[in-house]
Nanobody
């Protein structure tokens, strides 16, 4: 099993930046693909991006603003968010799967509790 803890959320003005972190423990971190998802009030959970040990993929709607990176030595995955807008306001979750190509919520076995990101206008 894998335990995941997100951190780094908060309140930021439009145009600002945040870096979220997800620390993993329990199983071997490098064997899992890590995904980032977000859920805004009244909306479905949305795929943001994923990172395996050697491959990173981001949602087309966020490419150029959001960047995923991974530090296997620290068992941590990051989500760098730039040029934030109020539409980015959501709870951001990290998740883990052994299906390295998956962008589907149902394929992710383990989930963190989420961290709130609020972007003011």
């Amino acid at each position: 099993q894998v335990q995941l803890v997100e951190s780094g959320g908060g309140l930021v003005q439009a145009g600002g930046s945040l870096r979220l972190s997800c620390a993993a423990s329990g199983d071997t971190f490098s064997t899992y693909t890590m995904g980032w998802f977000r859920q805004a009030p009244g909306k479905e959970r949305e795929f943001v991006g994923r990172s395996s040990w050697s491959n990173t993929f981001s949602s087309n709607s966020m490419k150029g603003r959001f960047t995923i990176s991974r530090d296997n030595a620290k068992n941590t995955v990051y989500l760098q968010m730039n040029s934030l807008t109020p539409e980015d306001t959501a709870v951001y979750y990290c998740a883990a799967t052994r299906n390295w190509r998956s962008i589907l919520t149902s394929d992710y076995e383990y989930w963190g509790q989420g961290t709130q990101v609020t972007v003011s206008s």
